[in-house]
């Protein structure tokens, strides 16, 4: 075979093997590169935001569609986007500005929480992802105050029930005076615990089920007055230094019942699918 041949073969040989080579990496380089400008949906549906979780890069657009019954936002854990509320059918849309990751949740019903993660563009630098969930801020909406202080009744007046039914078994005086000073702990907070409630249904009733909202805040406010009354009569026995009567402990269960059953009503307003 002449000289010119066999160099003109090997030549293309290894032209081949250099494009084979470089190939693998251009593909894999473009399959990495996200399109910053593609439009990303989540869909708002059965409580939820679907999917939970959603990487973007910088620059591109989420919308989130509402496909529920009930109202629904889009709000920053670290308060750096709000969208108000979104009607059942109704959209809305955002652009992600910043690389990092952020939280969000829906305002009327904070159970419902996702994740948006920015990816950083060239020469961007990512928020750091614990920036806001180390940052303390005092409650300043109703849905940040009301569950407070119903986890604050819920917590003590069982349990002073708790404390003078074991005080009554076992004839223990300073069982019964720690039920008393709970059940006066109780009572003074459950008025704050009503005005908290009237006030997240004022800002956001519209987004809650009508009939649950409505027996649910007239249970809270009769439970109030119900603790009021309950305080005084205990304070009469806590006077006498004797034990509970077993209609005091009746009425006492009754009132816990009721509680009860109006924790399990804000549950389904807030976690039922």
Not at 19 to 32: D, F, K, N, T, Y
Not at 60 to 89: C, M, Q, R, Y
Not at 91 to 108: D, E, F, L
Not at 109 to 117: F, G, Q
Request: charged residues 15%; proline residues 6%; positive net charge.
């Amino acid at each position: 075979m002449p000289r010119h041949s066999t160099r003109r073969v090997l030549q293309t040989f290894a032209s081949t093997v250099s494009m084979v080579a470089i190939l693998p990496v251009s593909v894999g380089a473009q399959s990495v590169q996200p399109d910053k400008g593609a439009q990303h949906v989540v869909i708002i549906k059965q409580m939820h935001f679907d999917p939970s979780q959603l990487t973007i890069q910088s620059g591109g657009t989420v919308e989130w569609k509402n496909e529920d019954i009930f109202s629904h936002t889009v709000t920053a854990d670290d308060g750096s986007f709000d969208s108000g509320l979104i009607a059942p059918g109704g959209s809305w849309q955002m652009t992600v500005k910043r690389a990092g990751k952020i939280g969000y949740h829906c305002r009327p019903h904070p159970n419902m929480t996702a994740t948006l993660i920015g990816q950083a563009a060239a020469g961007q630098q990512p928020v750091p992802s614990n920036a806001a969930t180390l940052k303390w801020s005092p409650p300043t909406s109703p849905e940040e105050f009301h569950p407070i202080l119903v986890n604050f009744t819920a917590a003590l007046f069982p349990l002073a029930l708790l404390s003078d039914i074991v005080g009554r078994i076992f004839r223990r005086q300073s069982l019964h005076n720690t039920a008393w000073w709970m059940v006066l702990y109780a009572a003074v907070i459950t008025p704050f615990t009503a005005a908290a409630g009237w006030w997240w249904k004022l800002s956001a009733g519209s987004d809650l089920p009508a009939k649950l909202i409505t027996v649910h805040q007239w249970l809270g406010t009769s439970a109030s007055v119900l603790f009021i009354v309950l305080a005084a009569w205990r304070w009469r026995i806590h006077k006498r230094g004797t034990s509970p009567s077993l209609a005091y402990l009746t009425c006492a269960l009754i009132a816990v019942l009721a509680l009860i059953y109006q924790g399990s009503l804000g549950g389904k307003m807030l976690f039922e699918k």
